[in-house]
């Protein structure tokens, strides 16, 4: 069974740094590009990152670019979203959600997700 | 970066009736090397993650009832529910991924009238 699941948000100052992680299992990790969408509250969905299954390709949604990075390690099935210099609009709930197989890009698995909260 | 717009923001249906959503992106998303529309819909209900329902513009997820259907190519597409169901109320979402930086409509609301 696919399964993704996010760790590591919390509450965060303006200005602070913040490591999401999202732990794969099911599927061969290494095999898949992901993605980072976050969901501000009551809001509608908002791709940030992208990463490809050799992390030779990384992309970047202009709010997010420059202040955060996302990495994986595929020896642990893991995706990483390292968010710096936060703001209080960075508040969201943070998926991660893998790029389905055979051509089709769309997501076809998303994790639970995890709340970062920016506020003093 | 393509814009994806949908309509109606919200809507209410009567239990059985149709529901209908359309979606139409600032750009085709439909690619000429495989013929496809690189179109996604997702639903999304309270407290849960989005759950894929149709790519390719109109081929429905493994697991996903009959009554829900997509159509459309190019710039126009559309969401069906052909007959609605209580479980149905959720939020539903289009999205192109003809680019890799993926967008998203900003989602119409289906409510039980």
């Known amino acids: 069974e696919v399964q993704l699941v996010e760790s590591g948000g919390s509450l965060v100052q303006p200005g602070g740094s913040l490591r999401l992680s999202c732990a794969a299992s099911?599927?061969?990790?290494?095999?898949?590009?992901m993605n980072w969408v976050r969901q501000a509250p009551g809001k509608g969905l908002e791709w940030i990152s992208y990463?490809?299954?050799?992390?030779?390709?990384?992309f970047y949604a202009d709010s997010v670019k420059g202040r955060f990075t996302i990495s994986r390690d595929n020896t642990k099935s893991s995706l990483f979203l390292q968010m710096n210099s936060l703001r209080a609009e960075d508040t969201a709930v943070y998926y991660c959600?893998?790029?389905?197989?055979?051509?089709?890009?769309?997501?076809?698995?998303w994790g639970q997700g995890t709340l970062v909260t920016v506020s003093s | 970066d393509i814009v994806m717009t949908q309509s109606p923001d919200s809507l209410a249906v009567s239990l059985g009736e149709r529901a209908t959503i359309n979606c139409k992106s600032s750009?085709?998303?439909?690619?000429?090397?495989?013929?496809?529309?690189?179109l996604a819909w997702y639903q999304q209900k309270p407290g849960q993650p989005p759950k894929l329902l149709i790519y390719?513009?109109?081929t429905r997820e493994s697991g996903v009832p009959d009554r829900f259907s997509g159509s459309g190519s190019g710039t126009d597409f559309t969401l069906t529910i052909s007959s609605l169901q209580a479980e149905d109320v959720a939020v539903y979402y289009c999205?192109?991924?003809?680019?890799?930086?993926?967008?998203f409509g900003r989602g119409t609301k289906v409510e039980i009238k």
């Open positions: 390719w513009a109109s």
């Open positions: 959600a893998r790029v389905a197989n055979g051509g089709n890009r769309a997501f076809d698995y």
């Open positions: 750009q085709s998303v439909l690619y000429s090397s495989n013929n496809k529309n690189h």
């Open positions: 999205q192109q991924y003809y680019s890799i930086l993926v967008t």
């Open positions: 990463i490809s299954g050799s992390h030779s390709n990384i």
């Open positions: 099911g599927f061969a990790f290494r095999s898949y590009e």
